[in-house]
């Protein structure tokens, strides 16, 4: 879980996409929740996580357990 943000950034930055396109697309009305979450300064709830495994397709294992790499299963 202490990856979580990590894993975040590079999912968004592989799609090209700025914070604020992130945020609208998982219907937040600010950017800085995910900003927090991107620097680990937060930590996701499980709706979060949820909406962002489904938007990426990828899964919740991936975001959340540290020893898997996205893309590894």
Known sequence: MQRFGEKLRLLRTK????LKELA????????????????????????FVLNVARFFEVSTDELLKDELEIGDE
């Open 24 to 47: 609208s697309v998982l219907g937040l009305t600010a950017h800085g929740y995910i900003s927090e979450i991107e620097g680990g300064k937060k930590k996701p709830t499980a709706e």
């Open 15 to 18: 799609k090209q996409m700025t």
